[in-house]
């Protein structure tokens, strides 16, 4: 769930995976794990490359992911994610079909369903997220990754980025990274506080 960084500061990279697997082997040695922290990275990528006043080509979106999926359990799992949306199968259905464990195959794919259930509303892609049991915090958090990726942080409620701990720390590290980005200098570092 801490792959959102790599997916906006690399969206753009031949060697994305790569990256991904780089970042992920510090605390995930299992391939599926690994693959799962790819195709989330993967996600956020596609995610802030698209224009949210459009629709999200249809099957496009896990197609592509399917096709960056390195493991056969991820692969299936993507594919009931296309099979659900596509039967329009609600939430409370999905969920334990997808999962929502702590395991990457079981928690990535539900992730990437509530994101694509509700495109367009961060608050319902949260509460979807959340609300159906499981692991809530790295769902809710996977899931509002790529929600705002897509959306901007304009879609998050202003009430709730006001309540956010270290909210001025964190902001400027963004900053930074997208500063880093676009090869400009950024603000100075700041100290992040344990």
């Given at each position: 769930m801490r792959i959102a960084p790599l997916g906006l500061f690399y969206?753009?990279?031949?060697?994305?995976?790569?990256?991904?697997?780089?970042?992920?082997?510090?605390?995930?040695?299992h391939p599926?794990?690994?693959?799962?922290?790819?195709?989330?990275?993967?996600?956020?990528?596609?995610?802030?490359?698209?224009d949210p006043q459009q629709a999200i080509p249809g099957g496009w979106f896990v197609e592509d992911l399917l096709a960056f999926a390195r493991t056969a359990e991820m692969q299936d799992k993507l594919e009931t994610v296309r099979h659900l949306l596509a039967h329009d199968t609600p939430a409370q259905m999905a969920a334990p079909r997808l999962g929502q464990d702590l395991t990457a195959h079981g928690s990535v794919p539900f992730a990437?369903?509530?994101?694509?259930?509700?495109?367009?509303?961060?608050?319902?892609?949260?509460?979807?997220?959340?609300?159906?049991?499981?692991?809530?915090d790295?769902?809710?958090a996977m899931a509002c990754a790529i929600s705002g990726a897509y959306l901007g942080i304009q879609?998050?409620?202003?009430?709730?980025?006001?309540?956010?701990?270290?909210?001025q720390?964190?902001?400027?590290?963004?900053?930074?990274?997208?500063?880093?980005k676009q090869d400009q200098p950024g603000p100075p570092n700041i100290p992040i506080r344990e």
């Open positions: 969206h753009d990279a031949a060697d994305l995976y790569e990256q991904a697997e780089r970042s992920a082997t510090v605390t995930h040695a599926i794990g690994v693959d799962g922290a790819a195709i989330l990275a993967r996600t956020i990528a596609l995610a802030v490359e698209l990437l369903y509530a994101f694509l259930r509700h495109v367009h509303s961060f608050e319902e892609c949260l509460f979807c997220a959340t609300l159906n049991g499981g692991d809530r790295t769902l809710g879609a998050i409620p202003s009430d709730w980025r006001a309540r956010l701990e270290n909210r720390v964190i902001e400027a590290l963004a900053l930074q990274l997208a500063a880093m």
